[in-house]
């Protein structure tokens, strides 16, 4: 049985379309990453899991059970902000026990609960504090804990680290990832942050305009990603994509003599009508000599260098692109010259120009 599934639901405010035909099933116990840009609907979606939104059309199931009409406070899921929410009057054990209260839960039995996830969380000590006294990471932990007595069926965590500095950020996503295999939760976990997203989810979706645009586990999004806005959005640097011409034995990049032809390359062209193509590199997989014996090897021009600790990244001139290379701890030549570079046709992806679907 699923944990949480979306039927065809669709969602608008007013003419604007913010959710469109959304499908997903999310399996019970499965931490899964909403990810996508600002305004794609990534709130809007756990908002109407949570029944703080009406859908228009559609239905969600949760355990088996659709949700639709079911009040939110019936609905046993809990939601964990970016802005925390704690109340500011009341003390962390009496934020954490409030949910409780309002079920009428009786004082012993709260104050067992209580004291366990407090436990689980480190925030025993801080207990009698009241929330300005406390780190934003610590309140993070409170609001996460405030979920967690509720013991909800499904957790929604709306970008629940933004507001927390970088070394915060990776501490509490390991927390966040701990957590949710000691308590097999299902999680429903959006964010804009590609790094965040391939770090945590089992698996996550790609969503673009309000639009699904691929599901897949954080390798098959990074390696396999099915069109273009996919490859660019997951990946630091940036993936490098090369608009390209196929002209018999090259593909041709900007006015550049660009890139001999693989092999692989016209079998997977050999149907197409288009001659267009979008040419995927990570920059990871560019390098200054030659690794295997079917390496395409091309010539750019060095624009600069920047350091990135373990590696440079190193920004060239191929054609009328600009793409980026980080494989090396320092660039062989200097800026203004050109340099040979290799990629393996293995490591490359190719996308239709037109429709932005990947072809190979
Ligand atoms: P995200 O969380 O991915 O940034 P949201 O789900 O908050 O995106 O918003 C998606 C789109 O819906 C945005 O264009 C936003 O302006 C619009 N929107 C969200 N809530 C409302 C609302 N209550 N009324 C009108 N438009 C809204
Ligand atoms: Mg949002």
New binding site residues.
């Given amino acids: 049985m699923a944990g949480l599934e979306f039927k065809s639901v669709y969602k608008s ?2 003419r ?1 379309v ?1 959710v469109e035909d959304l499908n997903l099933s999310i399996h019970d116990g499965e931490l899964f990453v909403l990810l ?10 756990l ?1 109407l899991i949570a029944g703080l ?1 009406y859908m228009d059309e559609g239905e969600i199931v949760i355990d088996g059970r659709v949700i639709n009409n079911i009040a939110p406070k019936d609905r046993n899921v809990a939601m964990v902000f970016q802005n925390y929410a704690l109340y500011p009057h009341m003390t962390i054990y009496d934020n954490l026990a409030f949910p409780l209260k309002v079920k009428k839960v009786s004082a012993e039995k709260i104050r067992g609960i209580v004291e366990k996830q407090a436990s689980l969380l480190g925030l025993t000590e801080l207990l009698e504090r009241k929330p300005r006294t406390l780190s934003g990471g610590q309140r993070q932990r409170v609001a996460l804990g405030r979920a967690l007595v509720r013991d909800p069926s499904v957790f929604l965590f ?1 970008e629940p680290l933004s507001n927390l500095d970088a070394k915060l950020r990776v501490s509490t996503r390991a927390e966040i990832s701990r957590l949710q295999r000691t308590l097999e939760a299902t999680m429903v976990y ?1 964010t ?1 942050d590609q790094e965040e997203a391939l770090s945590l989810g089992d698996r996550i979706a790609i ?1 673009n305009e ?1 639009r699904i645009q691929q599901i897949g586990t954080p390798e098959e999004i990074y390696d396999q990603p099915r069109n273009i806005f996919t490859a660019s959005f997951v990946g630091s640097p940036k993936i490098n994509l090369l608009e390209a011409r196929i002209a018999e034995d090259r593909v041709k990049i900007g006015g550049n003599s660009g890139i001999p032809m693989a092999d692989s390359w016209r079998e997977a062209l050999k149907d197409k009508t288009t001659d267009a193509i979008v040419i995927g590199i990570r920059p990871e997989n560019i390098f200054y000599e030659r690794k295997s014996g079917d390496d395409l090897a091309f010539q750019a021009e060095i624009l600069h260098t920047e350091f990135a600790g373990d590696r440079h990244v190193i920004f060239c001139r191929l054609g009328e692109s600009e793409i980026r290379v980080k494989s090396g701890k320092a660039a062989p030549s200097a800026e203004g010259e050109k340099m040979e570079l290799f990629v393996n046709p293995q490591n490359c992806l190719l996308f239709d120009q037109k429709n932005e679907k990947r072809i190979l």
Avoid: A, M, N
């Fill in positions: 405010f007013g604007t913010v996508g840009p600002s305004g794609c609907g990534k709130s809007t979606i908002r939104e709306d959006v804009h969503l309000g």
